[in-house]
C-alpha cells in the first residue's frame, strides 16, 4: 500500500538500515523532501562531486559512535551477571532499563536541538556527556577500585549518561548530515543517507564482534577484562567527539526553528482541555475529538496531528515485537553461555553470537528488496506493509518458539533444581573394592558402589527440616562401619569413601550446586596421597591440598585442554595432566600416586558439560533477523508514506516510543513473573502471537490515505462547516 511516491522519498538508504530509524526529528514548518537551508557560503566538495567534504566526518563520527554503544552493550548483561554477581532476571531488568532509556531520550535531544541548542551544538554537548559517561563505566569496571557498591554506584551513573547521550544525539546527526546538501543536491543527499546507514551497521557489526574477544580472551586484574571492554568503545566515542569538532569549520549549522513535537502535543492537550469543559448539550457536536483545538490552532495543524494520530493509533501493538527482538542482548546471550561454543577453528563468546543480527540485516536486505519482493509480486499477491509487518511479527515469534525448544534441550544437562527439605547426594569409591553403602532410613544405593566407579547421578535425600543428622553405614569386605553427618537442605554431597590406616573412612564433602557461569569450567582436587601437595594447572593459578583425601575448593576456569600442569610434593616436581575441561562442566581430580615423573589422577565429571552447540541458535537468529527486515523497515515506510512532511518527527518519536516500551515490558515480566527460562521464552511467543492478530485486525480496517489528498479534503470540510460553528464556553482558557 505504501505508493511509488513514498517509495521514492524513502529512497535507497532504507535498504542499508538495520537498528536505526530511517527519518529523523525534523523543526516545525521543515520539509526534509526539499531541505529549506538559509542562505551559506558553500561547503567544500569531496573529490570534485557535489558532496560537501564535512559528512566525511558526520560518517566517521557516526560510526565510531555506533561502534562505541554496542560494543558497550554487548558484554552489559554478562557484566552484571559476572562482575556485580546478579541474577540472571536482575541483569536482565538492569539491561532492558538502560535500553529503554536510551530510546525515550531521543526525545529530550531532539527537542534541544530544535528549539534551544541548534543540531549542531547538541552533538557537541551530549557527546560530551557521553564520553563522560563512557569513561565513568570503564573505571567502574576496575575491580581494585573500592568495592561493589563503589562498582554499581559507577556504573549506574556511567549508563545513564551514556543513554542520555547516545538517546539525546541519535535523531540530530543524520539530520545534520542532510542539512549539509545544497537544496539541489537530493540525489545525492539520498546516496548518503545509504553511507550513513551503511556506517551503523558496520559500527554495530565489528564491535558486537570484537568487544566480547576484549572481554573474555584478555585477562585483567586475574578475570575477564571488562575494564577493556568498556575502555576500548570509550577511546572510539572519544575518537568520534574529536573527528566531529574537527569538521566544524566546514559545517552548514542551520539555526533552531521551533520542535513540532511539541506543537503537537500542545494541541492535543488543548482539544481534551477544551472538550472538557464544553460538555454542553447545547453546543453541537464535532466531527473529531481534535476539532476541539480548532479555537487556538490552525485548521492545517489540526488536519496533520488528526493524519499522524491513525498512524500512532497502529503503533500501540508494536511494542511487543521490540521485546522480544531486545533480548538478543540479554536472555539469547545468557542462553549461549550454557552451550558449546567449540566451532572447530574458533571458539565464540557467548555474547559475541550477537553480531549474528547487524552481518544477517546486510545479507537480507539485498535478498529481499531483490528477490523475495519481487517473487511475491510476480504471483499476484498484494504483501501490503501491514501484511509484511504481521509476517515479521510471526517470524520474530517462532524465532523464540525455536529459543524455547533449544531452552529445554539445555536443561536436561543441568542440575535439578533443589526444593526444601531435600538434598542430593552421591557416593565416590576411591578404595580398592566394592564398597555397599546404606543412609539411615533411607533406601537410595541398593547396589555396592565399584572401585572408582564412575557415579551414578545424583540421588534425592529428603530431610525432616532444614538439616538432620543421618547415619552412613559402610560394608566392605565383611567389615561394617557407621559415620555420622549433618546434611542441609537444598544441597548437595560428594559421599568420599577411602582407606586410611588399614580401614575404612569417610568424608562428606559440598558439590556445586549450579552450572559454572558464563560456560566456563569448575574443577576441584582431592589427594590421595600422604604428603600435602601444591598444584599449578596454569601459570597463574595455583592451589594447595592437604594430605589424606583433602579436597580443595572449586577453581573456575576457561575452557580448554590443560597437560602442561605441575604436582610439587616432598618427593619432587611431577607434570599434572588433566586433559579438557568443558564448557559448563565440574570436575573432582583424584591424585592417586605418583610414579615415573607423572601423577596419576582419576577424573569424576560432576556436572555435565554443555552438550547442546551453539550453532542452533543460527535458526532464531536468522528468523528475528528476517523478522526485523519485514517488521522495521517496512514499518518505518509505511508511516513516511502516511503523514505529512512536517509530522515526520512525531511519527520517528512515536517509533522510538514503541522501542522503549517494549524493553519496559522485559524488565517487568523479568522482575514480576520470574519463571523457567523456556516458559518465558514461551509466553512472550504467545503474547507476540495474540498481538500479532490484534494488529491484523486493525490494519485490516486502516485506508491508507495521501497525506496531500487527505488535507485538501480537511481544508474543504473546515471551510464548510465553519459557518455552523457556535461560541464556547472557554473557562479561563487563554485562545
Same mark, same amino acid.
Request: hydrophobic fraction near 45%; charge should be neutral; proline fraction near 4%.
Given at each position: 500500500?505504501?505508493?511509488?511516491?513514498?517509495?521514492?522519498?524513502?529512497?535507497?538508504?532504507?535498504?542499508?538500515?538495520?537498528?536505526?530509524?530511517?527519518?529523523?526529528?525534523?523543526?516545525?514548518? +521543515?520539509?526534509?523532501?526539499?531541505?529549506?537551508?538559509?542562505?551559506?557560503?558553500?561547503?567544500?566538495?569531496?573529490?570534485?562531486?557535489?558532496?560537501?567534504?564535512?559528512?566525511?566526518?558526520?560518517?566517521?563520527?557516526?560510526?565510531?559512535?555506533?561502534?562505541?554503544?554496542?560494543?558497550?552493550?554487548?558484554?552489559?548483561?554478562?557484566?552484571?551477571?559476572?562482575?556485580?554477581?546478579?541474577?540472571?532476571?536482575?541483569?536482565?531488568?538492569?539491561?532492558?532499563?538502560?535500553?529503554?532509556?536510551?530510546?525515550?531520550?531521543?526525545?529530550?535531544?531532539?527537542?534541544?536541538?530544535?528549539?534551544?541548542?541548534?543540531?549542531?551544538?547538541?552533538?557537541?554537548?551530549?557527546?560530551?556527556?557521553?564520553?563522560?559517561?563512557?569513561?565513568?563505566?570503564?573505571?567502574?569496571?576496575?575491580?581494585?577500585?573500592?568495592?561493589?557498591?563503589?562498582?554499581?554506584?559507577?556504573?549506574?551513573?556511567?549508563?545513564?549518561?551514556?543513554?542520555?547521550?547516545?538517546?539525546?544525539?541519535?535523531?540530530?546527526?543524520?539530520?545534520?548530515?542532510?542539512?549539509?546538501?545544497?537544496?539541489?543536491?537530493?540525489?545525492?543527499?539520498?546516496?548518503?543517507?545509504?553511507?550513513?546507514? /551503511?556506517?551503523?551497521?558496520?559500527?554495530?557489526?565489528?564491535?558486537?564482534?570484537?568487544?566480547?574477544?576484549?572481554?573474555?580472551?584478555?585477562?585483567?586484574?586475574?578475570?575477564?577484562?571488562?575494564?577493556?571492554?568498556?575502555?576500548?568503545?570509550?577511546?572510539?566515542?572519544?575518537?568520534?567527539?574529536?573527528?566531529?569538532?574537527?569538521?566544524?569549520?566546514?559545517?552548514?549549522?542551520?539555526?533552531?526553528?521551533?520542535?513540532?513535537?511539541?506543537?503537537?502535543?500542545?494541541?492535543?492537550?488543548?482539544?481534551?482541555?477544551?472538550?472538557?469543559?464544553?460538555?454542553?448539550?447545547?453546543?453541537?457536536?464535532?466531527?473529531?475529538?481534535?476539532?476541539?483545538?480548532?479555537?487556538?490552532?490552525?485548521?492545517?495543524?489540526?488536519?496533520?496531528?488528526?493524519?499522524?494520530? #491513525?498512524?500512532?493509533?497502529?503503533?500501540?501493538?508494536?511494542?511487543?515485537?521490540?521485546?522480544?527482538?531486545?533480548?538478543?542482548?540479554?536472555?539469547?546471550?545468557?542462553?549461549?553461555?550454557?552451550?558449546?561454543?567449540?566451532?572447530?577453528?574458533?571458539?565464540?563468546?557467548?555474547?559475541?553470537? &550477537?553480531?549474528?543480527?547487524?552481518?544477517?540485516?546486510?545479507?537480507?536486505?539485498?535478498?529481499? +528488496?531483490?528477490?523475495?519482493?519481487?517473487?511475491?509480486?510476480?504471483?499476484?499477491?498484494?504483501?501490503?506493509?501491514? #501484511?509484511?509487518?504481521?509476517?515479521?511479527?510471526?517470524?520474530?515469534?517462532?524465532?523464540?518458539?525455536?529459543?524455547?525448544?533449544?531452552? /529445554?534441550?539445555?536443561?536436561?544437562?543441568?542440575?535439578?533444581?533443589?526444593?526444601?527439605?531435600?538434598?542430593?547426594?552421591?557416593?565416590?569409591?576411591?578404595?580398592?573394592?566394592?564398597? &555397599?553403602?546404606?543412609?539411615?532410613?533411607?533406601?537410595?544405593?541398593?547396589?555396592?558402589?565399584?572401585?572408582? &566407579?564412575?557415579?551414578?547421578?545424583?540421588?534425592?535425600?529428603?530431610?525432616?527440616?532444614?538439616?538432620?543428622?543421618?547415619?552412613?553405614?559402610?560394608?566392605?569386605?565383611?567389615?561394617?562401619?557407621?559415620?555420622?553427618?549433618?546434611?542441609?537442605?537444598?544441597?548437595?554431597?560428594?559421599?568420599?569413601?577411602?582407606?586410611?590406616?588399614?580401614?575404612?573412612?569417610?568424608?562428606?564433602?559440598? +558439590?556445586?550446586?549450579?552450572?559454572?557461569?558464563?560456560?566456563?569450567?569448575?574443577? #576441584?582436587?582431592?589427594?590421595?596421597?600422604?604428603?600435602?601437595?601444591?598444584?599449578?594447572? +596454569?601459570?597463574? #593459578?595455583?592451589?594447595?591440598?592437604?594430605?589424606?583425601?583433602?579436597?580443595?575448593?572449586?577453581?573456575?576456569?576457561?575452557?580448554?585442554?590443560?597437560?602442561?600442569?605441575?604436582?610439587?610434593?616432598?618427593?619432587?616436581?611431577?607434570?599434572?595432566?588433566?586433559?579438557?575441561?568443558?564448557?559448563?562442566?565440574?570436575?573432582?581430580?583424584?591424585?592417586?600416586?605418583?610414579?615415573? @615423573?607423572?601423577?596419576?589422577?582419576?577424573?569424576?565429571?560432576?556436572?555435565?558439560?554443555?552438550?547442546?552447540?551453539?550453532?542452533?541458535?543460527?535458526?532464531?537468529?536468522?528468523?528475528?533477523?528476517?523478522?526485523?527486515?519485514?517488521?522495521?523497515?517496512?514499518?518505518?515506510?509505511?508511516?513516511?508514506?502516511?503523514?505529512?512532511?512536517?509530522?515526520?518527527?512525531?511519527?520517528?518519536? @512515536?517509533?522510538?516510543?514503541?522501542?522503549?516500551?517494549?524493553?519496559?515490558?522485559?524488565?517487568? *515480566?523479568? &522482575?514480576?513473573?520470574?519463571?523457567?527460562?523456556?516458559?518465558?521464552?514461551?509466553?512472550?511467543?504467545?503474547?507476540?502471537?495474540? *498481538?500479532?492478530?490484534?494488529?491484523?485486525?486493525?490494519?485490516?480496517?486502516? *485506508?491508507?490515505?495521501?497525506?496531500?489528498?487527505?488535507?485538501?479534503?480537511?481544508?474543504?470540510?473546515?471551510?464548510?462547516?465553519?459557518?455552523?460553528?457556535?461560541?464556547?464556553?472557554?473557562?479561563?482558557?487563554?485562545?
Amino acid at each position: 500500500m505504501v505508493g511509488d511516491k513514498a517509495r521514492g522519498e524513502m529512497n535507497a538508504f532504507q535498504r542499508n538500515e538495520s537498528k536505526e530509524t530511517l527519518f529523523t526529528f525534523i523543526s516545525a514548518g +521543515d520539509d526534509p523532501p526539499k531541505g529549506d537551508f538559509p542562505v551559506q557560503k558553500k561547503s567544500p566538495k569531496l573529490c570534485g562531486s557535489n558532496y560537501p567534504l564535512s559528512i566525511a566526518f558526520i560518517v566517521v563520527n557516526e560510526f565510531c559512535e555506533r561502534f562505541s554503544y554496542y560494543g558497550m552493550r554487548a558484554v552489559l548483561t554478562l557484566y552484571f551477571l559476572s562482575f556485580f554477581h546478579w541474577d540472571e532476571n536482575l541483569s536482565t531488568a538492569v539491561y532492558h532499563a538502560f535500553s529503554a532509556l536510551c530510546y525515550f531520550t531521543p526525545v529530550i535531544g531532539a527537542i534541544m536541538a530544535d528549539s534551544w541548542l541548534g543540531k549542531y551544538k547538541t552533538i557537541i554537548y551530549l557527546s560530551i556527556v557521553y564520553v563522560v559517561g563512557h569513561l565513568i563505566k570503564s573505571v567502574g569496571a576496575i575491580p581494585s577500585l573500592g568495592n561493589q557498591v563503589v562498582h554499581v554506584i559507577l556504573s549506574m551513573v556511567g549508563l545513564f549518561l551514556i543513554a542520555l547521550g547516545t538517546g539525546g544525539i541519535k535523531p540530530c546527526v543524520s539530520a545534520f548530515g542532510g542539512d549539509q546538501f545544497e537544496e539541489e543536491h537530493t540525489s545525492e543527499r539520498s546516496k548518503f543517507f545509504s553511507i550513513f546507514y /551503511l556506517s551503523i551497521n558496520a559500527g554495530s557489526l565489528i564491535s558486537t564482534f570484537v568487544t566480547p574477544v576484549l572481554r573474555g580472551d584478555v585477562k585483567c586484574f586475574g578475570e575477564d577484562c571488562y575494564a577493556l571492554a568498556f575502555g576500548v568503545p570509550a577511546a572510539l566515542m572519544v575518537l568520534a567527539l574529536v573527528v566531529f569538532i574537527a569538521g566544524s569549520g566546514l559545517y552548514r549549522k542551520t539555526p533552531p526553528q521551533g520542535n513540532v513535537l511539541l506543537e503537537v502535543c500542545k494541541c492535543i492537550g488543548f482539544a481534551i482541555k477544551n472538550r472538557l469543559k464544553n460538555r454542553s448539550r447545547q453546543i453541537p457536536k464535532r466531527d473529531h475529538w481534535l476539532d476541539w483545538a480548532s479555537e487556538k490552532y490552525s485548521k492545517q495543524l489540526i488536519g496533520e496531528v488528526k493524519m499522524v494520530t #491513525r498512524v500512532l493509533f497502529l503503533f500501540i501493538p508494536l511494542p511487543m515485537f521490540w521485546a522480544l527482538f531486545d533480548q538478543q542482548g540479554s536472555r539469547w546471550t545468557l542462553q549461549a553461555t550454557k552451550m558449546n561454543a567449540d566451532f572447530g577453528i574458533y571458539v565464540l563468546q557467548p555474547d559475541q553470537m &550477537q553480531f549474528l543480527n547487524p552481518l544477517l540485516i546486510l545479507v537480507f536486505i539485498p535478498i529481499f +528488496d531483490l528477490g523475495l519482493y519481487p517473487l511475491i509480486n510476480m504471483c499476484k499477491f498484494n504483501f501490503t506493509p501491514i #501484511r509484511k509487518m504481521a509476517t515479521g511479527m510471526i517470524l520474530a515469534g517462532m524465532a523464540f518458539g525455536l529459543a524455547a525448544v533449544v531452552e /529445554l534441550k539445555i536443561n536436561e544437562s543441568d542440575m535439578p533444581r533443589l526444593v526444601p527439605e531435600e538434598s542430593l547426594i552421591r557416593v565416590l569409591n576411591l578404595a580398592r573394592n566394592p564398597v &555397599q553403602v546404606t543412609i539411615q532410613d533411607r533406601d537410595l544405593f541398593q547396589q555396592p558402589v565399584e572401585a572408582f &566407579q564412575n557415579p551414578a547421578e545424583y540421588s534425592k535425600l529428603i530431610l525432616n527440616g532444614e538439616q538432620q543428622s543421618l547415619r552412613f553405614t559402610l560394608q566392605h569386605q565383611g567389615l561394617s562401619l557407621a559415620f555420622n553427618y549433618t546434611v542441609k537442605e537444598k544441597s548437595v554431597y560428594s559421599l568420599i569413601v577411602f582407606e586410611a590406616e588399614g580401614s575404612l573412612s569417610s568424608r562428606l564433602i559440598t +558439590d556445586l550446586e549450579a552450572k559454572p557461569e558464563n560456560g566456563l569450567a569448575a574443577v #576441584r582436587f582431592i589427594n590421595g596421597l600422604s604428603q600435602d601437595v601444591n598444584l599449578s594447572i +596454569d601459570s597463574k #593459578r595455583f592451589i594447595a591440598v592437604q594430605k589424606n583425601y583433602s579436597a580443595s575448593e572449586y577453581s573456575l576456569l576457561e575452557r580448554d585442554k590443560y597437560n602442561n600442569g605441575k604436582c610439587i610434593t616432598e618427593m619432587g616436581e611431577f607434570t599434572l595432566e588433566l586433559g579438557l575441561l568443558d564448557f559448563g562442566a565440574s570436575y573432582t581430580i583424584v591424585i592417586t600416586n605418583v610414579s615415573g @615423573g607423572d601423577v596419576k589422577t582419576w577424573k569424576s565429571e560432576d556436572i555435565k558439560a554443555n552438550n547442546v552447540h551453539m550453532a542452533w541458535q543460527l535458526p532464531q537468529y536468522l528468523l528475528i533477523s528476517a523478522g526485523e527486515v519485514m517488521f522495521s523497515i517496512t514499518g518505518l515506510a509505511f508511516s513516511y508514506s502516511q503523514s505529512p512532511a512536517s509530522m515526520k518527527s512525531v511519527l520517528q518519536a @512515536g517509533w522510538l516510543l514503541t522501542v522503549a516500551v517494549g524493553n519496559t515490558l522485559v524488565l517487568v *515480566v523479568a &522482575q514480576a513473573a520470574p519463571m523457567a527460562q523456556w516458559a518465558e521464552f514461551v509466553l512472550f511467543t504467545v503474547l507476540l502471537f495474540a *498481538v500479532c492478530v490484534i494488529f491484523s485486525i486493525m490494519g485490516y480496517f486502516y *485506508v491508507s490515505v495521501d497525506p496531500e489528498d487527505l488535507e485538501e479534503k480537511e481544508e474543504k470540510r473546515e471551510t464548510s462547516s465553519r459557518g455552523n460553528m457556535i461560541s464556547l464556553v472557554t473557562q479561563k482558557t487563554k485562545l
